[in-house]
């Protein structure tokens, strides 16, 4: 089955360090996958998808994300963190119709 | 503004009494969905709608109803809540191929069953 694990429950890091939220996927074939943002209170909001073009996609607020078949991985990166970067993050994967969401990542950027 | 918007957005309930929670979005998408979510579970998806009166379950879809008679709209039915119904809702739409195309989120309906 078609579905997304993502390794770290939370991570904590220093305004701008580097931020790295980690997600596997499994698939037996190519995927499309998606980083979803959810601050306090809110919905999730869209940072990036991987739709079998480019490898390296590139989001909003400086966000990136590398697709790597080898690895079975689709990792968030940033290369500095802000205040406002704290929220929930959540990978995600369709598969047909459905989708399937990981367990999320809680980030907590210290001042 | 393109928005999905949902009602309530808190509700606190007894066990038995039925309740519906509104899903409604503006940008004439065909799929939309609903999810529940748990404190370490993510989001697990209830039921989908690829198009007016075509719906299918999800992952977690016992206990919960859903219809489709307008393209905007989506309800959430819950005929006989219990307390383990407690959680976060989302409703979400989208376009299709769902492969494609990224999902807009409601605000989030939080529901307490006592």
């Known amino acids: 089955a078609q579905s997304v694990t993502q390794l770290d429950s939370h991570v904590s890091v220093s305004e701008g360090t580097p931020v790295l939220l980690r997600c596997n996927y499994s698939?037996?074939?190519?995927?499309?996958l998606f980083w979803y943002v959810q601050h306090p209170n809110k919905g999730l909001q869209l940072l990036l998808k991987?739709?079998?073009?480019?490898?390296l996609v590139k989001g909003i607020n400086g966000f990136e994300a590398e697709f790597k078949k080898s690895e079975t991985s689709f990792h968030l990166t940033k290369p500095s963190a802000h205040m406002s970067d704290a929220a929930e993050y959540f990978c995600d994967t369709p598969r047909r119709y459905q989708f399937y969401f990981g367990t999320g990542t809680s980030l907590t950027v210290i001042p | 503004e393109a928005q999905v918007t949902q009602n309530p957005r808190y509700l606190i309930t007894v066990t038995g009494k039925k309740l519906t929670v509104t899903c409604s979005q503006n940008m004439n998408h065909e799929y939309m969905s609903w999810y529940r979510q748990d404190p370490g579970l993510g989001l697990r998806q209830i039921y989908y709608?690829?198009?007016?009166?075509?719906?299918d379950k999800g992952d977690v879809p016992e206990g919960y109803k859903v219809s489709r008679k307008e393209k905007r709209n989506f309800p959430l039915i819950l005929e006989s809540p219990s307390p383990n119904q407690t959680s976060l809702y989302f409703c979400?739409?989208?376009?299709?191929?769902?492969?494609?195309?990224?999902?807009?989120f409601g605000p989030g309906t939080r529901l307490t069953v006592t």
């Open positions: 979400a739409s989208s376009y299709v191929p769902v492969l494609a195309y990224e999902q807009y």
């Open positions: 698939s037996s074939y190519s995927p499309s």
């Open positions: 709608s690829m198009n007016v009166e075509v719906t």
């Open positions: 991987y739709t079998s073009a480019a490898t």
